[in-house]
């Protein structure tokens, strides 16, 4: 075991038994080392917890007055009713827990730095339906988007994953890759929609976002007045996320966990392969253009782990937004 953590593979791990078995520590056998011969227990990281305005009660009972007013009086049916929500994804996904000495005040865990990300952008109507998504990547031109050769590239373009750039030093949505989710995105499924419920183009749809400075801006909101205006913005209250938007936790929490999953199942595999060759000196590509290629893959994984009616509309319903 100490000759694992110092990266060399023991003897042990490459004999083979006469039944063609290898030797393979078991769970419980992991723990009991690492807790009675290292001193470490499991360890949860932890962080500041959401501030909700004082008068939470008054706020959500305005904000869900206001929109059932509106769907009341324009007739909006669910299907023409979706939620988004931008959320940061790192490159290295690591975990909140992590083995260390027991009784140690100060718990790093792996990824919990990395400041390495990208910004992803699912939707969900309140029919139950997953929109396509939308990816921004820090970077000037489409140079800094995950390339052709990524795994998965071909599928994430038929199942229409924009990924774009940008234009700027950080990974942020900006009033450009706004446009591009709504243009390429959110006004297309509500024409569909409206063509396939045989309602008028100028039927109502609603729009949930979040509070955000981008989104309440003049700028933004007068081109969506201009270009869409039969498309209502409904916002978030500030400091309500947690208990307003249905995708903050209740789609958020399943794709973050199925995308650290597949980033698990990639360091599995690489490091896999070095062992098949005999590689002694194990080393895991932490690159950004190799991370950055397998977030395709991430996302894929996340899509087909989301694209299920019965989860969204299980959500919608704990959020009130059905």
């Known amino acids: 075991m100490v000759a694992i953590i110092e990266g060399r593979a023991p003897e042990v791990f490459r004999h083979k038994q006469k039944n063609g078995t290898q030797f393979k520590c078991s769970d419980n056998f992991v723990r009991k080392f690492l807790h009675n011969v290292l001193r470490w227990s499991e360890r949860r990281a932890t962080k500041a917890a959401q501030k909700m305005p004082p008068n939470l009660d008054e706020v959500l009972t305005t904000a869900f007055l206001r929109e059932a007013c509106i769907v009341r009086d324009y007739a909006v049916p669910a299907r023409l009713r979706v939620n988004s929500d931008q959320t940061q994804l790192v490159y290295q996904q ?135 205006p039969n498309i209502y913005v409904s916002f978030v209250p500030g400091g309500c996320t947690g208990v307003w938007q249905p995708l903050d936790v209740g789609i958020q929490r399943v794709m973050k966990l199925s995308m650290r999953r597949s980033a698990h199942r990639d360091v599995v595999k690489e490091v896999q392969d070095q062992l098949t060759k005999g590689v002694t000196d194990i080393k895991v590509d932490t690159t950004v253009g190799t991370l950055r290629d397998r977030s395709v893959g991430w996302v894929v994984n996340a899509i087909h782990d989301l694209d299920r009616p019965d989860l969204i509309l299980k959500v919608c319903g704990q959020f009130l937004f059905v």
């Open 94 to 228: 690591g975990t909140k827990t992590t083995w260390n000495e027991t009784g140690a005040k100060q718990v790093a865990t792996v990824g919990q730095e990395e400041k390495r990300a990208f910004t992803l952008v699912p939707s969900i109507s309140a029919s139950g339906v997953l929109l396509p998504m939308q990816a921004i990547y820090g970077g000037k031109t489409m140079k800094s988007c995950p390339t052709a050769n990524a795994s998965l590239y071909d599928e994430a373009k038929q199942l229409k994953f924009r990924m774009l750039p940008s234009k700027s030093g950080n990974y942020w949505s900006t009033h450009e890759t706004m446009q591009d989710l709504v243009n390429e995105i959110i006004a297309p499924y509500f024409d569909a929609t409206k063509a396939e419920l045989g309602l008028n183009d100028d039927q109502l749809s609603i729009w949930k976002i979040d509070c955000w400075s981008v989104h309440k801006s003049d700028r933004f909101l007068s081109w969506m007045k201009i270009n869409h």
